[in-house]
C-alpha cells in the first residue's frame, strides 16, 4: 500500500502551484485512502469543492507539458521509470 511520501507527484505540482506544505500533505493523504494513481497531481473537485473520487495524474498531462517533461526525468534519475 502506497505512503502518503509515495506521491511525489502531488508534492511537486503542489509546490509549483505554491500551495502550502499543509494543503499538499492532505492531498497526500487523501490520495492514500482514495487509492489513487502514484503519478496523481491533484484531487478533481465540482462546484462548490464536492469530491469526485478522481485525480488527474501526470500521464494526462501533454507530452509536451513542462511539469510532465520534468516528473519523467526525475523518475528516471531516482530509477523508478
Known sequence: ???????????????DMGSMPYYINEQQARAVADNAPL?????????GGVRLGTWSTVGELDPGHRFRRLYERAMLREGKR
Not at 500500500?1 to 509546490?15: F, N, Q, T
Not at 503519478?39 to 462546484?47: H, K
Open 39 to 47: 503519478d496523481a497531481i491533484f484531487e478533481n473537485v465540482g462546484p
Open 1 to 15: 500500500m502506497p505512503r502518503p511520501e509515495d506521491y511525489v507527484a502531488i508534492l511537486w505540482w503542489g509546490k
